[in-house]
């Protein structure tokens, strides 16, 4: 298994464009989840997935959106990119089961938006 | 709504001595609680996780964690540190409510280093 491939591991934008960042998971797990990494804050979720078709926002959903059209993939589109979304994005998965397991993280990847 | 406090920033210890990084949580339900570590430039990779059962909990690299229920903490402690173990450690509450289920909070993380 690949686990949880994100791509690209690296992008430069200019204020105001377009990109997608796609995530995409080998291990059939129903949840998946997206989080941005600034330094002092830790994680903070934008938006997650419970199944094909189901999205929800996170904590810091706005600039962003998502969809989950199938159980693999979560991409997760900047609509008109800022420097405020200069980061390190994240992308997890985890199954529906009981008990409870972990998240399985991508590798990442870090935007920087001139 | 649910969240994660790590109070420390940073946590100094010399090689051989135990450690310990703090971790407070709250949530509406039952919590999951998970560990996490980060090394630089990377993803993060599980260590351990606490669901039900016995409050003291092993996890990889010879980390525990102790669950108290009363004072709503989840404390990382390895009884003798390494050099290799510094690095980046987050905390992570996820609530045990099916509704809630796909949503973790994480902490903001915790900086350890361990000298020699």
């Known amino acids: 298994n690949a686990g949880v491939t994100q791509t690209p591991k690296f992008q430069v934008l200019k204020t105001g464009q377009s990109m997608t960042l796609q995530c995409a998971q080998d291990?059939?797990?129903?949840?998946m989840s997206w989080y941005r990494q600034d330094p002092g804050m830790g994680l903070r979720l934008i938006h997650y997935?419970?199944?094909?078709?189901?999205?929800d926002q996170g904590e810091v959903p706005n600039g962003y959106n998502v969809s989950r059209s199938t159980t693999e993939d979560f991409p997760l589109r900047l609509l008109s990119a800022a420097p405020s979304q200069t980061s390190v994005y994240f992308c997890?998965?985890?199954?529906?089961?009981?008990?409870?397991?972990?998240?399985?993280f991508g590798p990442g990847t870090r935007l920087t938006v001139l | 709504a649910q969240s994660v406090a790590q109070p420390e920033d940073q946590v100094n210890v010399a090689e051989g001595n135990p450690l310990t990084v703090k971790c407070t949580y709250s949530?509406?339900?039952?919590?999951?609680l998970f560990w996490y570590v980060q090394y630089p430039n990377r993803g993060l990779q599980f260590l351990l996780k606490?669901?039900?059962?016995?409050?003291l909990v092993k996890g990889s690299y010879g980390f525990e964690a102790e669950f108290n229920k009363s004072q709503t903490s989840f404390h990382l402690k390895k009884p003798s540190a390494l050099v290799s173990d510094s690095a980046l450690y987050f905390c992570?509450?996820?609530?045990?409510?099916?509704?809630?289920?796909?949503?973790?909070?994480f902490g903001d993380g915790t900086t350890l280093t361990v000298k020699p």
């Open positions: 997890a998965s985890h199954p529906r089961a009981r008990p409870p397991d972990t998240q399985y």
């Open positions: 291990m059939n797990h129903e949840y």
């Open positions: 997935s419970v199944g094909a078709g189901i999205t």
């Open positions: 949530v509406s339900g039952n919590p999951y």
């Open positions: 606490y669901i039900t059962g016995d409050n």
């Open positions: 992570a509450v996820r609530d045990s409510m099916e509704g809630n289920a796909g949503k973790s909070t």
